[in-house]
Nanobody, 116 residues
């Protein structure tokens, strides 16, 4: 059974930092692209970033480029999203997804609130 479990969310001040994690199980993690998406209150899901299976190729949405960094540890079956200099508009429920684009499996999400 494919399982994705996000963690690390919480409240952060604008300009601070936060690292999200996504623990994966039930599939060969190291062979899949992995993606982060988010959904802000009252809005549809927004694609954020993708990383290739080897972890050396990454892409970002313009809204987070230069502030967020996607990474993975294939030995730990874990995906990360380092959030630096978050803004109030980054407040959302953050999901990891298996695969590229929107993926085929999503976790339950972790809430990030950016507020002073």
């Amino acid at each position: 059974e494919v399982q994705l479990e996000e963690s690390g969310g919480g409240m952060v001040h604008p300009g601070g930092s936060l690292r999200l994690s996504c623990a994966a199980s039930g599939f060969p993690f190291s062979t899949y692209y992995m993606t982060w998406v988010r959904q802000a209150p009252g809005k549809g899901p927004g694609w954020l970033s993708v990383i290739n299976p080897g972890g050396f190729s990454t892409y970002y949405a313009d809204s987070v480029k230069g502030r967020f960094t996607i990474a993975r540890d294939n030995a730990k079956n874990t995906l990360y999203l380092q959030m630096n200099s978050p803004k109030p508009e980054d407040t959302a429920l953050y999901y990891c997804a298996r695969g590229g684009y929107w993926g085929d499996y999503w976790g339950q999400g972790t809430q990030v609130t950016v507020s002073s």
